[in-house]
């Protein structure tokens, strides 16, 4: 059975001491953006009920969403009295098996980052979707939550016929799995499973230490693979017995389980994951190759003043 571990979504997040510093990079940003041939930035106001007022930037390209741009800013500090304004891009879509978008998302995604370092720009991850991508039909495909998250319990909700939640979406880490090929109309199977690294989890933490922190998150889960579907019901029959007993230690239960049914496992790549982390950080000088349908063109610095 193949299968492979993306990266669907990230997010990069850079911080500011001011407000005019904030302003500044911004407004390369989207001059950056504009320079690029067949890509439009729009603006989006977003008002709250306190008075509010959020601008958001959405990145076009062929009436198709490329990436976000979002500026704020949070007081913290002693009596909070201290302010960080920052700006967040969210590339969205990265593996949409729509190759040309796909191709086009991920060249712009390191350009960006490829422009931060360059103008010595450190940034911070915000939101990282990876996933487990499996070609075979969605019956076939299953995952469940193994260990008990922290302050809280076993979880598996089915929101959709194709979705189901295992970890509910909140500020934390949340969890889902839900047949792809439906979701988006794809002529080839794809079941995936998604797990979704919010702002809130890449806080306090490092390269050195990430891999660790994501490898710890992935252990919650375990993501199955069952050519006899007759197998994946007794799984689930088992496991439906487990949440459903008395027993106060079911991780031990769910330990006897995975080792009689650890052979239809599938694991992630970390190494794909880090590495793809790993380059962004590093990244300098890149070329941006932005291909038309039709032709391709180079985008240098004839293009604005603005080192890839």
Request: glycine fraction near 2%; include cysteine; charged fraction near 25%.
């Amino acid at each position: 059975m193949h299968y492979t571990t993306q990266i669907d979504s990230i997010g990069l997040r850079v911080e500011f001491h001011s407000a005019e510093l904030q302003r500044a990079r911004l407004n390369e940003m989207i001059n950056l953006v504009m320079s690029i041939e067949t890509f439009f930035v729009d603006s989006k106001e977003h008002r709250f009920g306190n008075g509010g007022v959020r601008i958001e930037y959405v990145i076009y390209s062929n009436n198709t969403t490329i990436a976000t741009i979002n500026t704020g800013v949070y007081a913290h500090g002693q009596d909070r009295k201290e302010s960080t304004y920052y700006i967040k891009m969210v590339f969205a879509g990265l593996k949409s098996y729509d190759d040309y978008n796909d191709e086009l998302r991920s060249n712009f995604l390191f350009a960006m980052a490829s422009w931060l370092n360059s103008k010595r720009l450190p940034f911070k991850l915000s939101e990282l979707d990876c996933n487990i991508d499996v070609n075979c039909a969605y019956d076939n495909f299953y995952a469940m939550q193994i260990k008990k998250v922290p302050n809280g319990r076993y979880h598996n909700e089915q929101i959709y016929i194709t979705t189901n939640y295992l970890q509910k979406k909140t500020k934390s880490v949340s969890a889902l799995f839900y047949d792809k090929q439906f979701k988006e109309s794809l002529h080839e199977q794809i079941s995936r499973f998604e797990l979704k690294l919010p702002s809130k989890f890449f806080k306090n933490k490092n390269l050195d230490t990430l891999n660790e922190a994501i490898s710890r998150i992935f252990e919650r889960y375990a993501i199955f693979y069952f050519e006899d579907i007759r197998v994946k019901n007794q799984v689930l029959y088992i496991q439906k017995c487990i949440e459903c007993s008395n027993i106060a230690n079911k991780a031990r239960e769910y330990n006897k389980l995975m080792s009689q049914v650890n052979k239809y496992r599938l694991y992630p790549n970390f190494s794909y994951i880090m590495e793809y982390i790993y380059n962004l950080y590093s990244i300098k000088n890149y070329k941006m190759v932005v291909k038309k349908k039709e032709e391709e063109f180079v985008l240098n610095d004839s293009c604005g003043n603005f080192d890839f």
